[in-house]
């Protein structure tokens, strides 16, 4: 990320960092070089080069999208979060970008994401479902490919009843990882549903890569058991997890 960023300052750099010692030389060598004119040239040069780098990189970080939480998500956004998903895992683990969209457009609490300019680079799924759909989550038997609108609960509905909690899905491109970014959207993703937490109980996860357990992990979550298909079922207490990430409990940033 940073070398995208800021290529063309640096090629500048290197390309003026190298002329300026060749014309060091060229002056300050031999018998009849000017040491002391050679060293003024260097500097002037070193100077000046360093100066058109930082000008050629506050330039292009003015033209350069910048990266931002998306405030409204659309179905090109949940298109291009489907085609994230299945750089790492197959379509069979991954929920159709159509009814994604469907959960967001009921409820906008389910998804949070950060994009560079229109492209998604991460983003978090964090909602309540049915305990039914919980239940067959926690035993190996049913993952988000399958999860329709219909298996999700509603947050705001009036009532004691308590919520089952699925993380469904984090994901950070890894040129934008160890920014702070998935720590950040997995705030603003408990942030929504602090006016019921009292009713979050139980908080589950299903990994279906290394690294997703390792995650899993990191955050809190103890294994629960691995389904016949290898996805690794975690699960805590959703104050808990609330705890790993607000930075009750310090873990190291995915």
Not at 13 to 27: C, R, T, V
Not at 75 to 84: C, I, N, S, V, W
Not at 127 to 148: K, M, S
Not at 169 to 177: A, F, G, K, Q, W
């Amino acid at each position: 990320m940073f070398w995208k960023a800021n290529k063309g300052a640096i090629i500048t750099l290197l390309l003026g960092l190298a002329a300026s010692f060749i014309a060091y030389f060229a002056i300050g060598s031999g018998p009849e070089g000017d040491v002391e004119l050679a060293k003024k040239v260097l500097a002037t040069a070193i100077c000046g080069v360093l100066f058109l780098a930082a000008l050629i990189s506050f330039v292009m970080a003015r033209s350069a999208p910048s990266l931002c939480i998306v405030d409204e998500l659309t179905a090109e956004h949940f298109r291009q979060m489907a085609e994230l998903e299945a750089k790492y895992y197959g379509e069979d683990c991954i929920t159709p970008a159509a009814e994604a969209y469907r959960w967001y457009q009921r409820y906008p609490a389910t998804t949070v994401a950060a994009a560079l300019g229109d492209n998604i680079v991460a983003f978090v799924n964090l909602f309540p479902v049915r305990e039914d759909i919980y239940q067959a989550l926690r035993a190996g038997e049913f993952n988000d490919h399958n999860l329709t609108l219909e298996g999700l609960a509603d947050p705001q509905a009036e009532g004691d009843e308590p919520l089952h909690m699925f993380l469904c899905c984090v994901l950070t491109e890894p040129s934008y990882r160890g920014l702070g970014l998935t720590r950040h959207l997995l705030s603003l993703a408990v942030e929504q549903y602090e006016p019921m937490q009292r009713r979050c109980r139980r908080i589950i996860t299903a990994n279906v890569t290394p690294e997703g357990a390792a995650f899993s992990r990191r955050y809190g979550f103890e294994a629960v058991h691995t389904a016949e298909d290898g996805t690794c079922i975690f699960e805590q207490e959703y104050t808990s997890f609330v705890a790993h990430v607000t930075g009750a409990q310090t873990q190291e940033e995915s």
